[in-house]
C-alpha cells in the first residue's frame, strides 16, 4: 500500500554574488523513493525541489513532467503536487491534452519550492514505443530525468544539487545515474540537463563490480535470463576501442542501464554518456553486445543532422567498428551487412522519403527501419565514392571525424556543411546522391564498396507481411483487419476480428527471415498461441558474399592500422 510522504521543504541556494567570478544559485532536488513491488509492478517516488529562479512560461506550462510515452496503455500518476514561492502557495491547474502539464495562478515571485509523488507502474505497452517510461524491476525503479523530475521555462544557468533518501526503500539499495553512483553535484548548467540522464535506484548489480569514474560501466536491476557480465565486458574493450577511433585523449565514461521491456525488447534509448538497454523475449547477451555497438556509436556521432544521419551511421558501423578492432569475425561483419541490406531491398515501403519515415515512425515497422538500413547503405555509397575518386587515400571516416570534431568544438552542423564536405570529396554526386536518399530512391552501394574482401550478388528473399492491414497493430486493442486469403497468417488460422497481442520487436522480426511470429489470439472468449512465418512473396535482394581466393588477413588493409 502506497502512503503520502512528509517532506521537507528545501531551502533556496544563495544567491548570485556580485562581480564576474559570482557562483551561479543552486537548483536543490531531494529524492526519496518508497518500496518498489515488483510483482504488483507498483511504486512510489517523493520529489522534493528548490528551484532558484524560474523564466516566463508565457502561454506555455509552468511545470511539466513526461507521464506517457508512445505505446503506453495510460499514463502514470503524479499525486500531492504543491507549490510555494516568496508569495506563499500557488494554485495549479492541469493542461487540458497531453497529462504532466499545469498552469500557476499567477507569475512566480522568487525561487520556487516544488513536492509532489511521482506514482510508478508498470503500465502495459499497447506497441513499440521508447522504452523510457519510468517502471520496476527487481527492488528497484528506472526512469529517465524528464519523466522523474518537473521541467520550468528556464530563467538562466544554476548549478544543480541532487541528493538521495533510501530510507523507505530495501536495504543496500543505491543511485546511479548517468553522472555516477550516489549524489549528483553539477556545476553552472541549466535544469534541462538532468532531462537526459539515466536515473536507477534500489537493490542494483554492477559490471564491473567495482565504481568506476571512467569508461565503460553497467548495471542493472532484475533477472535478464542470462549473465550480462561475458557481453558487458566485451562492450567495455570496444568502447575503449571506439574511443580512440573517434579521437578523444582519455576514455570518456560511458554507462549502460539494462532493464525489462515487455514491447520491443532488446531496443533502448541514447542518453547523456549512457543508453538504457532493454531484456526480455528473445534478447541473449550476444545480441545485447551486437546492440551497443550501434548505440556507442551515436555517443560521438549523433546531432541535429536527421536519423538518416544519426542512424544511418550507427548502423554502419555497429560491426564495423567491431570487426575492425578483431572483436568479431569476418563471417559476423558480413552477416550484419546482409541483415541489413535485405531488410532494406525486400521492403516493400522502401520507397517512401525520409521526411514521411519520419513523420510515421511509429506507425509502421517497415517506415522507422528505412532511416537505419537506408541511411548504413547511404554510408557504404558514400565511403566507396570517396574512395575511388581519393585513390583510396579518404574515406566517409574522414567525414564523420571531421563531424565529431566539430561537436566537439561547438561549431555549427548543418546539412550545407554536410554538402560542402561532399562536394570536395565528390564533387556533385555528393549531393545528388544525397538528395536521393532523401527522396527514397533505391541506394545500392558498388560491388567493392564494403572492401576486397565481397563482392556483390543477388539472392530471393520473401517480403516481411504479416498477411493483415499493418494497421491492425496500432492502438490499444489489436483487431485482425484486411486478412489476406492466401497469406501464411491465414494458413495459420487467423481471421478478421481476432483480437492479437505479441511480445516481440517487429523490427528485428523483420530482419530475420526465418524467424516465426507467435501471437496470443482471443476469439469468441478463448485464447489460444498461434506461430506462423511473416513472409509474402519472393523478391531477389542484393547481399554481399565472400570474394573467393581473398584471405582474411587481407579483408582490413584498406583501413590501415585504424
Given at each position: 500500500m502506497r502512503t503520502s510522504l512528509k517532506l521537507a521543504l528545501l531551502t533556496v541556494a544563495a544567491a548570485l554574488l556580485p562581480g564576474a567570478g559570482a557562483a551561479p544559485p543552486v537548483l536543490k532536488i531531494l529524492v526519496t523513493p518508497g518500496p518498489m513491488d515488483q510483482q504488483a509492478g507498483k511504486g512510489e517516488v517523493a520529489v522534493a525541489m528548490t528551484i532558484p529562479a524560474i523564466g516566463d512560461p508565457g502561454d506555455g506550462p509552468l511545470l511539466s513532467i513526461d507521464l506517457m510515452v508512445p505505446g503506453m496503455a495510460r499514463p502514470l500518476a503524479v499525486r500531492g503536487?504543491?507549490?510555494?514561492?516568496?508569495?506563499?502557495?500557488?494554485?495549479?491547474?492541469?493542461?487540458?491534452?497531453?497529462?504532466?502539464?499545469?498552469?500557476?495562478?499567477?507569475?512566480?515571485?522568487?525561487?520556487?519550492?516544488?513536492?509532489?509523488?511521482?506514482?510508478?507502474?508498470?503500465?502495459?505497452?499497447?506497441?513499440?514505443?521508447?522504452?523510457?517510461?519510468?517502471?520496476?524491476?527487481?527492488?528497484?525503479?528506472?526512469?529517465?530525468?524528464?519523466?522523474?523530475?518537473?521541467?520550468?521555462?528556464?530563467?538562466?544557468?544554476?548549478a544543480i544539487r541532487l541528493d538521495w533518501d533510501f530510507a523507505r526503500m530495501a536495504s543496500g539499495s543505491e543511485a546511479v545515474t548517468s553522472w555516477g553512483n550516489g549524489a549528483i553535484a553539477l556545476g553552472s548548467?541549466?535544469?534541462?540537463?538532468?532531462?537526459?540522464?539515466?536515473?536507477?535506484?534500489?537493490?542494483?548489480?554492477?559490471?564491473?563490480?567495482?565504481?568506476?569514474?571512467?569508461?565503460?560501466?553497467?548495471?542493472?536491476?532484475?533477472?535478464?535470463?542470462?549473465?550480462?557480465?561475458?557481453?558487458?565486458?566485451?562492450?567495455?574493450?570496444l568502447h575503449g576501442w571506439m574511443s580512440g577511433f573517434f579521437g578523444d585523449t582519455e576514455v570518456p565514461p560511458y554507462r549502460v542501464f539494462m532493464r525489462y521491456n515487455p514491447m520491443n525488447a532488446g531496443g533502448g534509448a541514447a542518453l547523456h554518456r549512457s543508453f538504457l538497454i532493454t531484456y526480455g523475449t528473445g534478447v541473449t547477451g550476444q545480441g545485447l553486445a551486437g546492440i551497443l555497438g550501434h548505440e556507442m556509436t551515436h555517443t560521438w556521432t549523433a546531432n541535429d543532422l536527421g536519423k538518416w544521419y544519426s542512424e544511418g551511421n550507427a548502423v554502419y558501423?555497429?560491426?564495423?567498428?567491431?570487426?575492425?578492432?578483431?572483436?568479431?569475425?569476418?563471417?559476423?561483419?558480413?552477416?550484419?551487412?546482409?541483415e541489413t541490406a535485405s531488410r532494406y531491398y525486400s521492403n516493400l515501403l522502401r520507397n517512401t522519403?525520409?521526411?514521411?519515415?519520419?513523420?510515421?515512425?511509429?506507425?509502421?515497422?517497415?517506415?522507422?527501419?528505412?532511416?537505419?538500413?537506408?541511411?548504413?547503405?547511404?554510408?557504404?555509397?558514400?565511403?566507396?565514392?570517396?574512395?575511388?575518386?581519393?585513390?583510396?587515400?579518404?574515406?566517409?571516416?574522414?567525414?564523420?571525424?571531421?563531424?565529431?570534431?566539430?561537436?566537439?568544438?561547438?561549431?555549427p552542423i548543418t546539412e550545407a556543411i554536410w554538402f560542402d564536405m561532399l562536394r570536395a570529396e565528390i564533387g556533385e554526386a555528393g549531393p545528388t546522391l544525397h538528395r536521393a536518399m532523401l527522396a527514397g530512391d533505391l541506394i545500392l552501394p558498388e560491388s567493392g564498396d564494403y572492401g576486397p574482401c565481397f563482392r556483390r550478388t543477388t539472392r530471393p528473399v520473401r517480403r516481411f507481411d504479416?498477411?493483415?492491414?499493418?494497421?491492425?497493430?496500432?492502438?490499444?486493442?489489436?483487431?485482425?483487419?484486411?486478412?489476406?486469403?492466401?497469406?501464411?497468417?491465414?494458413?495459420?488460422?487467423?481471421?478478421?476480428?481476432?483480437?492479437?497481442?505479441?511480445?516481440?520487436?517487429?523490427?528485428s522480426l523483420q530482419g530475420a527471415p526465418d524467424r516465426h511470429f507467435n501471437v496470443q489470439v482471443t476469439r469468441d472468449g478463448r485464447t489460444?498461441?498461434?506461430?506462423?512465418?511473416?513472409?509474402?512473396?519472393?523478391?531477389?535482394?542484393?547481399?554481399?558474399?565472400?570474394?573467393?581466393?581473398?584471405?582474411?588477413?587481407?579483408?582490413?588493409l584498406r583501413w590501415g592500422k585504424s
Open positions: 503536487l504543491t507549490a510555494r514561492d516568496a508569495g506563499g502557495t500557488l494554485s495549479l491547474t492541469a493542461i487540458p491534452g497531453p497529462p504532466g502539464r499545469w498552469r500557476a495562478d499567477r507569475a512566480v515571485r522568487g525561487p520556487l519550492a516544488l513536492d509532489y509523488i511521482l506514482e510508478i507502474e508498470n503500465v502495459p505497452m499497447l506497441q513499440g514505443g521508447p522504452p523510457t517510461a519510468a517502471r520496476i524491476d527487481g527492488n528497484a525503479f528506472s526512469a529517465i530525468g524528464s519523466g522523474l523530475f518537473m521541467k520550468v521555462p528556464p530563467a538562466g544557468p544554476t548548467s541549466t535544469p534541462d540537463r538532468l532531462m537526459r540522464g539515466v536515473f536507477m535506484v534500489g537493490r542494483l548489480m554492477h559490471e564491473p563490480r567495482q565504481e568506476v569514474k571512467q569508461g565503460f560501466s553497467a548495471v542493472w536491476a532484475g533477472d535478464p535470463g542470462f549473465d550480462p557480465r561475458p557481453p558487458m565486458q566485451w562492450t567495455a574493450k558501423y555497429q560491426v564495423l567498428l567491431p570487426w575492425r578492432a578483431g572483436l568479431v569475425t569476418t563471417d559476423e561483419y558480413l552477416a550484419d551487412i546482409n522519403p525520409e521526411e514521411e519515415a519520419v513523420r510515421r515512425f511509429w506507425e509502421d515497422t517497415r517506415v522507422r527501419v528505412l532511416p537505419y538500413d537506408r541511411g548504413a547503405l547511404y554510408f557504404a555509397a558514400l565511403d566507396g565514392k570517396i574512395r575511388r575518386a581519393s585513390g583510396g587515400k579518404r574515406s566517409i571516416d574522414d567525414l564523420v571525424l571531421a563531424m565529431v570534431d566539430r561537436a566537439k568544438k561547438g561549431e504479416v498477411g493483415f492491414d499493418f494497421a491492425s497493430l496500432i492502438g490499444a486493442k489489436k483487431v485482425v483487419k484486411g486478412l489476406k486469403p492466401d497469406s501464411e497468417a491465414a494458413r495459420a488460422g487467423l481471421r478478421d476480428g481476432d483480437v492479437i497481442t505479441y511480445g516481440v520487436a517487429l523490427d489460444w498461441p498461434v506461430s506462423y512465418l511473416p513472409r509474402g512473396e519472393a523478391v531477389d535482394v542484393y547481399q554481399w558474399e565472400r570474394e573467393p581466393g581473398v584471405p582474411d588477413d587481407q579483408c582490413k
